[in-house]
């Protein structure tokens, strides 16, 4: 088995064109999983295709015309004293905004947030009964916001996909694909951006209170946890041709956490330092082709999470244990007990 953990090794892998993420008769370490296939999957031209299809909808202009919608969020989450910093706040924003940005309406949200957690945790383990049902559900969801959709399109990423599946530019399952990715993607990833800063913050108290008396660092912030707790651990990539000692149609498991504390790039690298210089970028939003698509709009959402924890509640403590997500390649809090006083 292949794996690497130096940061420019990684980053090299990520970005070289003789690698993609299938082999050549199309199957896939995630073949368990029962999600219909997405471009995350996909190696060019079909990645090509559709991922310029959903990149509209995350151009830096429209997340930043979206700020103040997830201020606003953010705001009303954080009107209470002692709460889970994880289920009531840093998983709701998200799935709040993803919901938003896709066209899900309000009533539909709940039932989105418990399939698609559901349907996330099989990456991991493989596929339950209660998971293929999970499924099913999430889909019949789509289907049917896709058909409303067809009739009355709305400003929102499904019905510029509908548009596109109209003009023959995907198929029916290309876009449910599309859909249900946006969807995971934007459920469980930056929820554990937000949930690792916050624990790193209040383990750090110096910093965090670096942080109150200049909430302008929140950039700062999000990147260092990206890098020192990077939510997404590693991903893999097959050559398609023999690269070196690695032959045609072997994987290379690619950890992009240890990439991110590889100590020739980052010095003491399992200090979390927000002053710390981030060069060149760690890579927990990878690199290459399969850049996070949603990365500008993580940013924010983090960005904005920690400068609203920040504002309203300084005296923040842990109230109780943190306990971790039981997942090899997601690193994220399952449970955080806080309390405003
Ligand atoms: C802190 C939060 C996030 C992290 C750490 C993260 C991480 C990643 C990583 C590592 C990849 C690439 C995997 C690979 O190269 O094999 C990826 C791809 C992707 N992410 Fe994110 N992500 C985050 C948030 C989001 C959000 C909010 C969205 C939007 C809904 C999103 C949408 C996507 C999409 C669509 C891809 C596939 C890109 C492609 O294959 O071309 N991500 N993300």
């Known amino acids: 088995m292949w794996v690497t953990t130096s940061h420019p090794l990684t980053g090299k892998i990520l970005r070289d064109r003789r690698f993609g993420v299938r082999v050549a008769d199309g199957s896939y370490p ?5 999600l219909p296939e997405s471009f995350l999957e996909l190696d060019p031209p079909d990645h090509t295709r559709l991922r310029r299809l959903a990149t ?3 151009s830096p202009k429209k997340i930043d015309e979206y700020r103040a919608r997830v201020e606003k969020v953010a705001g009303a989450l954080l009107d209470r004293d002692e709460f889970d910093l994880i289920a009531d706040f840093a998983a709701p924003l998200p ?12 009533e539909d949200t709940a039932e989105f947030a418990d399939y698609g957690a559901l349907v996330a945790a099989s990456f991991d383990t493989g596929v339950t009964a209660e998971m293929a049902d999970a499924n099913d559900k999430v889909l019949a969801l789509f289907d049917r916001l896709i058909a409303q959709r067809r009739r009355t399109p709305g400003d929102d990423v499904i019905s510029s996909l509908v548009a596109a599946e109209a003009e023959k530019k995907l198929t029916a399952q290309e876009m449910l694909g599309t859909l249900v990715l946006l969807l995971v993607a934007g459920f469980e990833t930056t929820v554990n951006l937000i949930g690792n800063a916050t624990r790193a913050l209040l383990d750090h108290p110096a910093q965090w209170q670096l942080f ?3 909430p302008e660092i929140a950039p700062a912030v999000v990147e260092e946890t990206l890098r020192w707790a990077s939510p997404v651990q590693l991903t893999s990539r097959v050559a398609h041709e023999r690269v070196d000692r690695i032959g ?10 240890a990439a991110n504390r590889d100590p020739e790039v980052y010095p003491e ?7 710390r210089v981030h060069k060149p970028e760690h890579l927990a939003f990878s690199s290459g082709i399969h850049y996070c698509l949603g990365a500008t709009l993580a940013r924010m959402e ?27 390649v997601i690193r994220g809090l399952k449970s955080l007990p806080v309390s405003r006083f």
Not at 95 to 106: A, K, R, T
Not at 306 to 325: N, Y
């Open 30 to 34: 995630g073949n368990g999983s029962l």
């Open 56 to 58: 509209p909808a995350f």
């Open 95 to 106: 799935i709040s905004v993803i919901s938003d940005l896709l066209g899900v309406p309000d």
């Open 212 to 214: 109150q008396a200049h």
């Open 248 to 257: 045609e149609d072997e994987w290379v498991t690619l950890l992009i956490g």
């Open 269 to 275: 690298p399992h200090k979390f330092d927000v002053m």
């Open 302 to 328: 983090g960005d904005v999470a920690l400068r609203a924890l920040a504002r309203r509640m300084p005296g923040l403590r842990q109230t109780g244990p943190a306990t971790f997500r039981d997942s090899v």
